[in-house]
């Protein structure tokens, strides 16, 4: 799969282990960055992920930020996207299971190296269940086409 993997300053320590550990288990980075430890905002970072995902230009995306919270809320602004801040191995389990998460958010400040690790892996290879699942997840879906709607009737009102 091709994995778009990005982070902020918080995330930068952490970030260059879940590339290679992305990599290891035979996938394609698409690297986001950052690339250095100077101070960046989540939103911008988790916005260009979530597009990539959201457009299919990249399977899924990992991002890390000092608490996985930030980098969640901004990814989950973008349709198409379904980003889960994910804190052990049974969420992100469940986050592919049930709620088919195509967005993994990650705090660098409180999971462990060898734990972020082993929830990419888990994360990676645990496919969506579907059945009573997808139902649940295609009303997210419908969610995000009824404000698209709205959006699109407001504009035009305004026009
Ligand atoms: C950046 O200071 C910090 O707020 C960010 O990494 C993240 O924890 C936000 O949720």
Same mark, same amino acid.
């Given at each position: 799969m091709r994995i778009a993997v990005g982070a902020d300053h918080r995330g930068f320590a952490v970030r260059s282990q879940v590339v290679e550990?992305?990599?290891r288990l035979g996938h394609e980075v698409v690297d986001l960055g950052t690339f250095s430890p100077d101070a960046v905002d989540y939103?911008?970072?988790?916005?260009?992920?979530a597009r990539l995902v959201a457009r299919g230009e990249a399977?899924?995306?990992?991002l890390i930020c000092g608490t996985g919270l930030g980098m969640c809320?901004?990814?989950?602004k973008i349709a198409g996207a379904r980003a889960a801040p994910c804190h052990d191995e049974t969420t992100a389990e469940i986050s592919r299971r049930h709620n088919d998460a195509n967005v993994l958010c990650l705090s660098a400040d409180m999971l462990g190296r060898r734990?972020?690790?082993?929830?990419?892996?888990?994360?990676? /290879?645990t496919p969506f269940e579907g059945g009573r699942?997808?139902?649940?997840?295609? /009303?997210?879906?419908?969610?995000?086409?009824e404000s698209a709607e709205k959006r699109a009737l407001d504009n035009e009102e305004r026009q």
């Open positions: 550990a992305v990599q939103p911008d970072v988790a916005a260009d992920a399977d899924q995306a990992i809320i901004a990814a989950n734990l972020i690790e082993e929830m990419i892996e888990i994360w990676l /290879k699942h997808a139902r649940r997840v295609e /009303k997210i879906t419908a969610i995000e086409r």
